[in-house]
């Protein structure tokens, strides 16, 4: 069991920046290929980045390649979303989410862990 819990969303204005923290409990952070979807009001929820157990492959969504960058600290059971150049159609509960998977999981499906979310709300 892996409990995660995110934290650092709130209101930006557009082309602003914020970092998304993920805080896993538990001995086996490192264990687990990290996350991160976010879900907008009347959609679905997406993929926006991913991290291997190592965090030395990543994967992004092509909607936010150049402006968001996710990282880790196996040490700290930390995962972070680092988000720059932020625009209104990023607006969304953002979630972080944990997958035993050995690579760098995409699919909602290979995620065995998920947190609450957190709110990013950018305005014009």
């Known amino acids: 069991q892996v409990d995660l819990v995110e934290v650092g969303g709130g209101l930006v204005q557009a082309g602003g920046s914020l970092r998304l923290s993920c805080a896993a409990s538990?001995?086996?952070?490192?264990?687990?290929?990290m996350g991160w979807f976010r879900q907008a009001p009347g959609k679905g929820r997406e993929f926006v980045a991913a991290i291997s157990r190592s965090g030395g492959s990543t994967d992004l969504a092509d909607s936010v390649k150049g402006r968001f960058t996710i990282s880790r600290d196996n040490a700290k059971n930390r995962a972070y979303l680092r988000m720059n150049s932020l625009k209104p159609e990023d607006t969304a509960v953002y979630y972080c989410?944990?997958?035993?998977?050995?690579?760098?999981?995409?699919?909602?499906?290979?995620?065995?862990?998920w947190g609450q979310g957190t709110q990013v709300t950018v305005s014009s």
């Open positions: 538990g001995r086996t952070f490192s264990t687990y290929a």
């Open positions: 989410a944990a997958s035993r998977i050995a690579r760098v999981p995409f699919r909602l499906g290979e995620y065995d862990y």
